[in-house]
Nanobody
Framework: QLQASGGGLVQAGGSLGLSCAATGRSFNTYVMAWFRQAPGKEHEFVAA????????YNVDSVKGRFTISRDNAKNTVYLQMSSLKAEDTAVYHC????????????????WGRGTLVTVSS
């Protein structure tokens, strides 16, 4: 089970940190990813991190602004967001997959309830 938290209202240019806590004993065997869904749109891949955290991937629109990280001892994945823009407004979900190359929401093994991020311009 995955539960994202940390969303809220922030002004454009501000920062916000999201967390996603996972239950279960196999957290470190999954690639963890963040997706977001803006109103009326499909889920969009945002970032992913490998099992050990040694490799990360970001969608071009967030490169240099968002950082994904994980703490396997705490079964938690994080998304630190800075220089936020109005177009970053969305519900952010974390998800788990066995494949580092998977960036398709429909192919995720597990996903959880998201957290809403609203960026005011």
């Amino acid at each position: 089970q995955l539960q994202a938290s940390g969303g809220g209202l922030v002004q454009a240019g501000g920062s916000l940190g999201l967390s996603c806590a996972a239950t279960g004993r196999s957290f470190n065997t999954y690639v963890m990813a963040w997706f977001r869904q803006a109103p009326g749109k499909e889920h969009e891949f945002v970032a992913a991190i490998s099992w050990t955290g040694s490799s990360t991937y970001n969608v071009d629109s967030v490169k240099g602004r968002f950082t994904i990280s994980r703490d396997n001892a705490k079964n938690t994945v994080y998304l630190q967001m800075s220089s936020l823009k109005a177009e970053d407004t969305a519900v952010y979900h974390c998800a788990a997959t066995k494949s580092l190359s998977t960036q398709n929401w429909n192919l995720m093994n597990y996903w959880g309830r998201g957290t809403l991020v609203t960026v005011s311009s």
